[in-house]
């Protein structure tokens, strides 16, 4: 596009760089969508987004896909690749996030296409709506439903820095970016080998080499016992979840309240393993890594010594033992189910050795390890990047000036 930036609402900033109405430094432009009613408008080979696709990201797959004649008849046009688009409206946090187009596309009236004039650069604005979603969210109309307009868009307001700053700035977030891809490809792939292995070494498919022994049958009632104690003064009271097993209560977010006594919880030892009697079969069990008190509808179970707490932590969020956990728990609807102790007893399991339970949980907890190390990776690079656009979309740091020379290049 040959249009320059309108400098007619431009505020010039203190550090040199300029304050622009989006709608002067790029084209604003709305959806459509083909007739529901006419087939021959659809299934096609044009992409066709909506704004559930829309999340800071690249968007280079679709859902849905319209003809030409579906463009021809509709608001609906088609965009190259590199394209930006906002949300205007949808469920939840959609409103007001911000995409690239990895693929010439289409998309519907609840978006806009950003298509910026030549003294703006694409990946420079994607980084600065991204980091300014909050605001951009605030402009929204009130109302039954809050959503933005083009007319709203088009006011957004934007730091604008000479063309080679830009690139060069959005060359630097773009680098932090891809730390990050490649660190949350790196979790992936190991939280996947973490699944193969515990499905095999939990289930005896897969043996270790100095173990040869027949794992024996028996029933969780055979190694476990109902820890009915009641609890005590001076213990931390800690919780069940779904995401991180036992943790202390007042680690949680939002962690409910209560008013019962200590002496009115239930006593929980390290090592014993407790859970959630309604959200077992979800996975809401884990094991104590300290003595403390949980609630009085979680049920906690004692280990006896021919099992090893943490592989039965590991074994206890396997897909086989969810399933009989839920077909061992009683109710007519699943948000009435419950599993009391009588019925956890009863469930059928096969064990190894104690010695071959205690290698196999240290594989899965060095697993784990691992994917902790990664996971605090991946939060202190966001954290990074975070303070890196605080600081270089406000021009509170300029980037160096081998770096503009290099940026004025791409």
Known sequence: MSRQINRDNSETLPNGWHRERLGDIAKITTGGTPSRENATFWNGAIPWITTSLIDFNVIDSAEEFITPEGVASSAAKVFPAGTLLIAMFGQGVTRGKVAALGMDAAF??????????????????????????????????????????????????????????????AAVLSAWDRAIEQTAALIAAKERLKQGLMQQLLSGQRRLRQFRDKWRQCHLGDVFSDRREAGYDGLPMLSVTLDAGVVRRASRDNPVRTSLEHDEHLLVRKGDIAYNMMRMWQGGSGMAREDGVVSPAYVVCQPSVEIDSRFADHLFHTPRMIFLFWAYSYGLTDDRRRLYFDGFSRIPVELPSVAEQRKIAD???????????????????GVQKRGLMQQLLTGTVRVPKSLLKEGSAT
């Not at 009130?142 to 934007?158: H, M, R, T, V």
Request: net charge neutral; proline share 6%; charged share 15%.
């Open 108 to 169: 519907n009236q609840a978006c806009v296409a950003i298509s910026p004039f030549p003294l703006a650069h694409p990946a420079y604005l994607f980084h600065y709506l991204a980091f300014n979603y909050e605001a951009i969210r605030n402009l929204a109309n009130s109302g039954s439903q809050e959503n933005l307009n083009a007319g709203l868009i088009k006011s957004i307001q934007i730091n604008v820095p000479p063309l080679a700053e830009q690139k060069a700035i």
């Open 363 to 381: 594989i899965i907890d060095r697993l784990d390890g691992e994917l902790h190390l990664l996971r605090q990776k991946r939060d202190s690079l």
